[in-house]
């Protein structure tokens, strides 16, 4: 009882006793036994119980009861047959109505023999389940801690996962971002080099638009200087030639007036 770290409840069920160990267990909680000393109390409902202690056989009737009861009972649990009813059926064993012990229907940890059973011997019963009790909690405190440390160490790599996750897919998404960059980097270079040669030729369209621009004026030029120069040529040529017309008209004249002239010294 040193060891055990809290007080232990125990529910009392009569399968189908004499009443004997039923006077025995009551005996029990008396001041001259007095088991509430160590804690122990007896409820009535299974959900607060650690400890189920049943008396006398079980038969057909209570057997689903029996069953139910366990069932209610939270883990860890331990179960005491009180009299010898309860452990093999006693001398309702061969009845026609009866199933036999306690353990024909759920699983018995201690067996407190006698009919009926003493007092002192239903307290050492306990005592040893207690004993039992305190095992089992000790184990299954144990599994829950390490399915606590499992779930722990669980949650522990799934969220390291996760980060590794989340830094992976960061990092995928920065090379991404730098490759997009780049690629948009090259874009406008290409883009630039482009409008660089499209200037170019251009300048080079707009020199050579000019050049013959300039070409067609200085020929235009050229042509007028030409037709001006051919036009004074004309002109300083102009009353140069007048008199001389003149002349040869009057020559005409006067070579024709002799030709009449010899005419009418013929006739």
Known sequence: MKDFHKSPWLIHYDASSCNGCDIEVLACT?????????????????????????????????????KQIYD?????KVVVAVG?????????????????????????DVYVPGCAARPESIIDGVVKA???YQKRHD???????????????????????????????AEEKAKTEEKLEKKEDKAE????????????KEEKTEAKADKKEEKTEAKATKKEEKKEEEAKEKEEKKPENKPSNNNNKNNNNSNKKKKGKKKKKKK
């Open 84 to 108: 010898t009813c309860a452990c093999t059926g006693g001398i309702f064993k061969e009845c026609y109505n009866i199933n036999g012990g306690v353990d024909t229907v759920i699983p018995v």
């Open 30 to 66: 008396m001041p001259r036994y007095d088991v509430e000393r160590f804690g122990i109390i007896n409820t009535g409902n299974p959900m607060h119980a650690d400890i189920f202690l049943v008396t006398g056989g079980v038969n057909k009737q209570n057997a689903a009861v029996v």
């Open 130 to 132: 207690l004993g039992i």
């Open 139 to 169: 184990e299954l405190l144990a599994a829950l801690n390490e399915a606590e440390e499992m779930e722990s160490e669980k949650a522990k790599k799934a969220e390291e996962k996760a980060k590794a996750e989340e830094k992976a897919k």
């Open 189 to 200: 270079a290409k883009a630039d080099k482009k409008e660089e040669k499209a200037d170019k």
């Open 72 to 76: 209610q009972i939270p883990e860890p």
